[in-house]
């Protein structure tokens, strides 16, 4: 079985517990954290690829602990054809999915460490950066 992106949100009365511990220990899971921000007392947010035999056992039990836990189906493209190579979304990426490359100045776009925040979305003044349903 291949990984599973998932995002998990969850509020601050559960942002200090064990519950990501739990889900490799209780149900012997396989996670790959791909971008993380938890803050003890705010809101948590965690993007993971999940998978093992209990995962849909261990998804249950993030919500009974009151995770929301969201698949990640859609993803981020670039259209090559409406880039200008301004740079706007390289400042925003929170991952380095989009990078400038020196000296040539092209940006360059690793679809596989994009985290579908959709900064870059929102930051792109030609609308290159798409969503792909």
Known sequence: MSPRKIVL???????DKPIIYRLVKDYDLVMNIVKANVNPQKEGIMVLELTGDNYEQGLNYLREQGVMVQPLTHEVVRNEQRCTMCGACTAICPTGALHLDRPGMEVHFDGDSCVVCLLCVKACPVRAMEVKL
Not at 9 to 15: A, D, K, L, M, N
């Open 9 to 15: 949100r969850f509020g601050p009365e559960i942002s």
